[in-house]
């Protein structure tokens, strides 16, 4: 088992960036790949990027943050990152990190087990 704890969101203007943090701890964790999702209001979750759980890591990315989100991992500590770049108003919602012990990554909101609590990004125009 694994706990999540997600940080980093807040209220920026469009164009700006942020880094959102998943702490994890518990289980091991180099043993479970990792993603990222985000919920905007009166929407589903959607996939936003993964990430497997080698040192030299797979990565995946939703069309809508391909080349503007980065995703990467630190496993000696135990940390998922997201850097997301030239954020717009379509960036809003709340974001969550998500684990799953399988080596490769998934993409599937049913591919996870281990769901952090969220945190809110909010990108003003």
């Known amino acids: 088992q694994v706990q999540l704890v997600e940080s980093g969101g807040g209220l920026v203007q469009a164009g700006a960036s942020l880094r959102l943090s998943c702490a994890a701890s518990?289980?091991?964790?180099?043993?479970?790949?990792m993603g990222w999702f985000r919920q905007a209001p009166g929407k589903e979750r959607e996939f936003v990027a993964a990430i497997s759980r080698w040192s030299d890591a797979w990565t995946y990315y939703a069309d809508s943050v391909k080349g503007r989100f980065t995703i990467s991992r630190d496993n000696a500590k135990n940390t998922l990152y997201l850097q997301m770049n030239s954020l717009n108003p379509e960036d809003t919602a709340v974001y969550y990190c998500a684990a799953r012990t399988s080596v490769s990554y998934g993409i599937k909101e049913n591919d996870y087990v281990y769901w952090g609590q969220g945190t809110q990004v909010t990108v003003s125009s």
């Open positions: 518990g289980r091991t964790f180099s043993s479970f790949s």
